[in-house]
Nanobody, 119 residues
Framework: QVQLVESGGGLVQPGGSLRLSCAASGTIFSRMLMGWYRQAPGKQRELVAT???????NYADSVKGRFTISRDNAKNTVYLQMNSLKPEDTAVYYC?????????????WGQGTQVTVSS
């Protein structure tokens, strides 16, 4: 079992920056595909960014060039650096861990952290 705990959300002005962190328990973190998702009020949860066990990254078009996902396997932690924040980035941000073994996939989710971009 893997537990994910996010931190780092808050209120920031447009153009500002925040860094989210997600700490994972367990021993399989380094082999997991990690990602950040977000859900704004009245909208579906959407992918923000993912990072593979080897460090390959993928971003939603809406955040490319502004957000950076990274991981520290020694600390069992994944980060999301968010720069040039816009009001439309306001959402609850969720950390996700995807574990695949012998064709069976398991998804783990954090509890979410609120990010509000407003002046």
């Amino acid at each position: 079992q893997v537990q994910l705990v996010e931190s780092g959300g808050g209120l920031v002005q447009p153009g500002g920056s925040l860094r989210l962190s997600c700490a994972a328990s367990g021993t399989i973190f380094s082999r997991m595909l990690m990602g950040w998702y977000r859900q704004a009020p009245g909208k579906q949860r959407e992918l923000v960014a993912t990072i593979g066990s080897g460090g390959s990254t993928n971003y939603a078009d809406s955040v490319k060039g502004r957000f950076t996902i990274s991981r520290d396997n020694a600390k069992n932690t994944v980060y999301l650096q968010m720069n040039s924040l816009k009001p439309e980035d306001t959402a609850v941000y969720y950390c996700n861990g995807n574990w695949s073994l012998l064709g069976r996939e398991t998804d783990y989710w954090g509890q979410g952290t609120q990010v509000t971009v407003s002046s």
